[in-house]
Every structure is written in structure tokens, then in C-alpha cells.
């Protein structure tokens, strides 16, 4: 409502209007013909505010084409660090609220990794000061993970319904800097006898090692590890699991040292990795400032980063997709009061929609609990990023579509994708378009297409925050909290007709669901 108050006249001129002239009448006939015109300037001020504070979006969507990309049902996945593992007292794993959390994410990979999994050692007591990361201060002395432990991780992860990611040591290591399996074939044998189901990778960041660890491990012969533990995982009777790597981090650097790693390991594993994985930060959380979360420039960083690592894939000739295996907004455990808050989820959204527009496969956040970034609090309340987690849980599929009118590189960021089965109304065929708005300015979205049904009806979810720093969401105005029982509230949307503009509010992110969507590619 502030512009009404700095572009009204000034106080002034009502008292000189109001001021009695003797002559009743013609005093009242003033007032009310002064109050017409009154009104008339209002309305327009209203109007020109209205037209200056915000932009108009036209959405086209094609309906003939073909689903551009089908991703994994676990596309969006999220992360426990290694390094909780070095303390199970202080992780609430067995605590009903975190598993209920968990579970309203399922289903999804639990990565259990980072440069903690480069210092784990299973049910093996190591003697060793400890030692801190140069880089940044990180525990990276070794330790022990017990089978109780490794055992109260896996139940976690079963009782929620989700896949564990298992990061294995690669720093154990022969003299000839071949990896000694010895260790991971204990935990894999152990793990087989309980009938685990898991997921592989083997180490963390290896491109790093020398800053890290001060050791290295070149890529053609990390792939040659990576082809040995395919072979391993085979004769322990893990041939159904997958194996993804190398988790590569500084990808899209000028110096393209990532990008060549990355290449050079695809050309060595032996075609062991199902899926070729990276590591993406946009910022460092001990500098990031709020700004650079809704700064679009930021944003833009994702795009040259996956077409970096495309470049790394095309060079090595494979046909292979690829994961964000560890993702977040700010690196170095994230930034405070920042990567928690309700600004936090505008870079999160984005980050989906793009990755799955570009073919990602699957997006895992770092990380559930533990850090500035997590998606549940030390108390185990959920942060607005896990909201908008369950909600794109529930409105987006796997089948992501091509938005003809997107122009994605500015405030307005919008991503299409068919709605899931479950969240049609009598089965009539449905599409979500979701995204932010990054300007301070509201933005009017007009849908159009003639695959929009005569009787179609538009669901709209936006979400809000009081305050960027804010650590509470509201859905269409209300706050979102768990039920007392840990259920879900219910979601209700405002409906609207397919003729209307929707307006999305400054600052705000949208799933916007178009029931009654005449999209073969959609179609149950
Ligand atoms: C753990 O290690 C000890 C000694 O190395 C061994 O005796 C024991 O069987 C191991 N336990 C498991 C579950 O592998
Ligand atoms: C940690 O374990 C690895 C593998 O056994 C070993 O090479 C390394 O020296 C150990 N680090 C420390 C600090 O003990
Ligand atoms: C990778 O290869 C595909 C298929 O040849 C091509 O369409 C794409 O533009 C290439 N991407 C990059 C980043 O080189
Ligand atoms: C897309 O948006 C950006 C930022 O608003 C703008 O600079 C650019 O010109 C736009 N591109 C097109 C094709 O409209």
C-alpha cells in the first residue's frame, strides 16, 4: 500500500478544501464533487502503480510435443553427510519426527556421503589424531563406523520408505595407489547377510584430494576402481544395484580441471557407472549475502554448469545422464541464516525445474538435517524448503514438458512438467507449471494454448514469505505447520478459470495446475 501514501497530495490541500466558507451548500456540493474527483485520482494512481509494478507474462506450451525428458521417480533426493556418522548421539535417527519428515519425501535416495565417507572405516578401531580439512576446517580424521550404527542408519532409511546411497572409502588404497577393497567388502558382505537394499558410490570430491586429503588419485585409474567395485558389487550379489560416480565438484571453473576429470574417468570405468555425478554449489556460505539469492545472475550459473558437464560427457563419448549428487545453495555447510530460510527456495525450485528441463536425472539436496542448509531444523521442524519439497513431491511427475514462452534466464522462471496420477482430479489429464518470481514487482502469467479444455479449471499454490530471512512459508497466505500428528495439513488451493491472469505476488514461488489439459503426452 505504499505507493497510495507517497503519491497522494499532500496533507494540505484536504485542510484548504475542508475549510467552511459560510455557504453550507455549496461547502457540501464541493466536498462531494471534490470526493468524485478524488476517487477518479485514485483510481488512476491505482492504476498506473498497478501497470509500473509489475510485468506481463504470455506462458505458450505445446501441446503436440512429446514429453523433452522422463526423470527419475527419485528425482528429487536429498543427503545425510558422512560426517554425522562420526557422532550417531547427536543425529535423532531413531526419533518418530525425523523418519515422518523423511517419509513425506519418499520416494527419494538417502545419500550417505561426503569427506567423511573418504575417512569411514567400518567396524575397524583406527588410532589417529584428528585432523582438520585445510580447505575448510572439516573433521577429516579417520573413524569408526560400528555395525550397530551402520545398521540404525540403514532402518532409518528402510522405515522411510527411502533408497540408501552408500559413499564407500576410496582413500584405503594399495602402495601402488590401486583402491584396497578390503574394508568395503566387509560392509558390503555385512550388508548382504541383512538384505539391505543399497545404491554405491566411492568417494568424495576427488579432484580435490590434493587440497583435501594431500593425496591423488588420478581419473583414469579412480576408474579402474570404480570398474573393480562394479565387479565386486556383482559377486557379493549386489548386480541389481546401481553405481554412480565420480562426484566431481568445481565444474564450470575457467581452468576446466573438473570437466577433464570427469571426461577422463568416463573413459576408464569400464561403462561401471550407471549414472555420472557432480557437485554443485552457486555460492560460499561464509560471504553469501541475501541479494545473491534472488540475484538472477546467480541462477544463471546452473545452465553454464550443466552444459560444462555435458561438454565432459560428450567428450568422453558416452551416452550416459547425469546426477547433481550433492547440491545446495552455498557450500561450506551453507549459509547462515540464509540457506535455511524461506529465501533459500527460490534458488532450490529453480534448480529443479532447470536440472529436470535439461535432463538431470536425478537432484540430490544437501542435506535433510545437519548444517546451515538443511531442510529440517535442530528441532526438528521443517524449514520452507522442505514445503517446498513435499509439494513438488505431490505436483510435479517425472515427465518434464518444453515451455515454448519461457525466457528463463531473468526474474520470471517458469518450468512445465505433466501433474502425477495421483494428484488428478477423475483421472482428466493435468499440467503443473511451476517456477519463481524473483522481481519485487507482482508478475501477471496468461496461460494460453487451445489444449486448454472449455471446462478446465486452474489450482493455484503460491508460496510466500512475511520476511526473505523468514523460517516460515505460507501457502496461498496461510502458515504452513504439521499437523499435531505429524500429517500433513491440507493443501487448499485457490481455483480460478484458464481465461484469468494469475498474478504472482513479488518475492514468491508458484505450482500452478491446469486440470482439464488436452496433452497427449500427459495422458494416463
Ligand atoms: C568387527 O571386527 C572385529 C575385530 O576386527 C571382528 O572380530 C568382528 O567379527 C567384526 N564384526 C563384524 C560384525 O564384522
Ligand atoms: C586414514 O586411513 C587411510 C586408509 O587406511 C590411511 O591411508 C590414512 O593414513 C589414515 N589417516 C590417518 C590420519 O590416520
Ligand atoms: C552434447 O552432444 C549432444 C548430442 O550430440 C548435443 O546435442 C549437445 O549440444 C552437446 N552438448 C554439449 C554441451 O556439447
Ligand atoms: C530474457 O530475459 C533477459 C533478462 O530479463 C533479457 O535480458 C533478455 O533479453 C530476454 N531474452 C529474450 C529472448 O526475450
Sequence with gaps: ????????????????????????????????????????????????????????????????????????????????????????????????????LARHLSPAFVRIGGTSADCLIFNETVEGNMRRNPVDGEDISNFTLTDTDYISIYDFTSRAGLRMLFDLNVLIRTPYNQWDDSNAKKLIAFSKGREMKIDWQLGNEPNSFHHVFDRIIPPDQLGKDHFHLRNLLNSLGYEASILVGPETNHIGDPDDKGVNYASAFLVNDGHSVDFVTWHQYYLNGREAKVMDFIDPAVFNRLPAEINAFQRAINISGRDIKMWLSETSTAYGGGAPELSDRYVAGFLWLDKLGYSASAGVNVVIRQTLFGGNYAMVGKDLVPNPDWWVSVLYKKLVSENVLHLESANNSGTLRLYAHCTPETSLISGVPAVTIYGVNLDVHKARISIQGNWIRKNAKVLLYILTGDFLKSSEIRLNGGILKLKPDGSLPPFTPVIIDPSQIITLPPLSMAFIVIHGAEIPACSP
Design 1 to 100: 500500500m505504499s505507493y497510495f501514501e507517497t503519491n497522494f497530495w499532500p496533507r494540505q490541500q484536504y485542510q484548504n478544501i475542508e475549510k467552511p466558507n459560510g455557504n453550507v451548500c455549496r461547502s457540501i456540493c464541493t466536498s462531494v464533487i471534490v470526493g468524485f474527483f478524488m476517487a477518479l485520482f485514485v483510481i488512476a494512481v491505482w492504476n498506473v502503480s498497478f501497470h509500473r509494478s509489475g510485468k506481463s507474462y504470455v506462458v505458450l506450451l505445446d501441446a503436440s510435443r512429446e514429453v523433452i525428458h522422463k526423470t527419475s521417480p527419485r528425482f528429487l533426493s536429498f543427503g545425510l553427510d558422512s560426517s554425522l556418522l562420526r557422532d550417531m548421539k547427536k543425529l535423532p535417527i531413531n526419533d518418530e519426527r525425523l523418519v515422518n
